[in-house]
């Protein structure tokens, strides 16, 4: 384990954007990347030492849910932010890529979040946090013709 600052902020999938004041996390390196880490196994930082992280266009990449949210709710501290952009189900954005291994839409949350009512079947099936929705917007995304619709979700990790 990589011991770390107290506040650490994480860019997942970074990619080749790079966001002043986060460390770029991608499984593949670019310019934009600080650290390679294969987001499927568990990350290299300890519990409860990051305090913001920026998951833009990752999650739906992951093959394990519960494996992705374990390990964010694991490593971040309790108050931490967690800023996802996902595309939801409820368009085409979801199902067009071949690359996309989960699907999302706002009920997925239901399974992370006690007061969403659902967490206990997200226990059942292995999840051992909690988050809290501090908001949840859609945006279209692109041609109206493609309907692809991208939901921002922000979450407060509960400890």
């Given at each position: 384990?990589i011991a770390v ?20 996390m991608?499984i ?5 990347v600080d ?16 305090s913001?992280i920026i998951a833009?266009?990752?999650?739906e990449?992951?093959?394990d849910p519960?494996?992705?949210?374990n ?6 501290r ?5 800023e996802?952009q996902?595309?939801?189900t ?14 999302w839409n ?7 979040c006690?007061?969403?009512?659902l967490?206990?079947l997200?226990?059942?099936y292995?999840?051992k946090?909690n988050f809290?929705?501090e ?8 041609d109206?013709?493609?309907?692809i ?11």
């Amino acid at each position: 384990m990589i011991a770390v600052e107290e506040g650490l902020k994480l860019n997942l999938g970074c990619g080749d954007v790079r966001i002043p004041g986060f460390l770029g996390m991608d499984i593949i390196y670019t310019d934009a990347v600080d650290r390679i880490c294969d987001l499927e196994r568990q990350w290299c930082f300890e519990d409860n030492s990051v305090s913001r992280i920026i998951a833009n266009d990752i999650i739906e990449h992951l093959k394990d849910p519960i494996h992705a949210m374990n390990e964010i709710w694991r490593v971040c501290r309790d108050g931490a932010i967690v800023e996802m952009q996902i595309p939801t189900t409820d368009g085409r954005g979801a199902f067009q890529d071949p690359t996309h291994k989960s699907f999302w839409n706002a009920n997925s949350f239901c399974y992370y979040c006690e007061e969403l009512g659902l967490i206990h079947l997200g226990r059942k099936y292995g999840f051992k946090g909690n988050f809290k929705v501090e908001s949840y917007q859609e945006r279209h995304e692109g041609d109206p013709r493609m309907r692809i619709i991208e939901m921002n979700v922000v979450l407060r990790v509960i400890k």
